[in-house]
Nanobody, 119 residues
């Protein structure tokens, strides 16, 4: 699998918003559910949100539910993460990748995009 390319990370104050984007290869993107993941300093990578291929189903980690929204544009092979009401604990490197329950075994991660939330 060719790693995806994430963008949109920035330094933002608590309460602010950011929109992340992820460009993936068509073969990766079109056939699968996609997910957003993050890794905070000193912590393991965690699943933040995922969305099915046809966008009919989304799912979120409890820590971001009600604040983050995942969406996708299959015509553009692009995944998005709208992040509102950001908190300092959202500070992490954010990654996108295909999603399936074996995701902890994935090794084909991109560079990610840094999100830093100041208090």
């Amino acid at each position: 699998q060719v790693p995806a390319v994430e963008s949109g990370g920035d330094l933002v104050q608590a309460g602010g918003s950011l929109r992340l984007s992820c460009a993936a290869s068509r073969s990766t993107f079109i056939a699968q559910a996609m997910g957003w993941y993050r890794r905070a300093p000193g912590k393991q990578r965690e699943l933040v949100a995922w969305i099915t291929r046809d966008s009919s189903t989304t799912n979120y980690a409890d820590s971001v539910k009600g604040r983050f929204t995942v969406s996708r544009d299959n015509a553009k092979n692009t995944l998005y993460l709208q992040m509102n009401s950001l908190k300092p604990e959202d500070t992490a490197v954010y990654y996108c990748n295909r999603y399936w329950r074996d995701w902890p075994r994935y090794t084909d991660w991109g560079q990610g995009t840094q999100v830093t939330v100041s208090s």
